[in-house]
């Protein structure tokens, strides 16, 4: 989402959120009236990610910079962060040129004061590097 269209979407809002234990805590805008994404590749299956990426800009780290450490698969430009202390994935970013470029992926798992059972979700083919497929509305195969 530009930097415009994210001025003029009313449904954009800030929302908190952070780690098990409190150590890391973020802030982030988003708008969660539209879909939250889920992969099927590996990682995302074994840790059962619902997330929902904006654009650098749109996080901010709040505290607990030095309890942050970061997972990367591979030799791959995204990466996953989480707690040092309680181990919870609560964000991660990267570069994707189909996905538009720099995000960061806000795990809406970890968002303080947020309905999950609201939430609408899309599923995407991460598993087969599946990203021109685009999302669907029904899971696409996973093994964890």
């Known amino acids: 989402m530009s930097a ?11 929302y908190a959120g952070g780690c098990h234990c409190g150590a890391v805590r973020f802030e982030a805008e988003l708008d969660l009236s539209g879909p939250v994404s889920r992969c099927n590749c590996s990682i995302c299956t074994k840790v059962g990610a619902s997330s929902i990426n904006v654009k650098p800009s ?36 990267g570069y ?27 599923y995407w083919d991460g598993r087969h590097d599946n990203w021109g497929a685009g999302p669907r509305s029904q899971p696409w195969p996973a093994r964890a």
Not at 58 to 81: D, I, K, P, T
């Open 58 to 93: 749109a996080f901010r780290l709040v505290s607990g910079a030095e309890h942050v450490s970061e997972y990367r698969v591979g030799n791959s430009q995204n990466s996953r962060s989480f707690c040092k202390r309680c181990g919870i994935q609560c964000f991660g970013g």
């Open 4 to 14: 415009t269209a994210q001025k003029n979407n009313p449904h954009l809002k800030k």
């Open 96 to 122: 994707v040129e189909i996905l538009g470029g720099d995000f960061r992926s806000i795990y809406v798992n970890c968002l303080d004061d947020v309905d999950l059972t609201t939430l609408t979700f899309q």
